[in-house]
């Protein structure tokens, strides 16, 4: 019976430290700053631009590209899916 209560107890310990530590991995690791996306139109061709690319705001990093696509509605432009802080209000008014 003392060996089961051992066994017990390790597993417990086992499984209390494995918790333990994907949450100090997630809490180390990520941004959980709240995000705000947009898509941003662009005639223009966006040749070197790659998804994860940094977003800049006057210098300052903001965010990240998500995803780059042509417009299925007008074969001439490409949309460009942002990822900005959500601080961060851009109008329509904004451009690149």
Do not use: C
């Amino acid at each position: 019976m003392e060996n089961r209560t051992h066994a017990f107890a390790v597993g417990i310990f086992a499984l209390l430290l494995t918790v333990a530590m994907l949450l100090s991995f997630w809490w180390l690791s990520g941004d959980r700053e709240a995000h705000a996306e947009y898509v941003v139109v662009s005639k223009l061709p966006v040749t070197g631009l790659n998804t994860e690319a940094v977003v800049k705001f006057r210098g300052v990093d903001v965010g990240k590209v998500t995803q780059i696509s042509l417009d299925p509605a007008s074969k001439t432009s490409i949309l460009v899916n942002i990822e900005v802080t959500e601080s961060l209000q851009l109008s329509k008014e904004a451009y690149a």
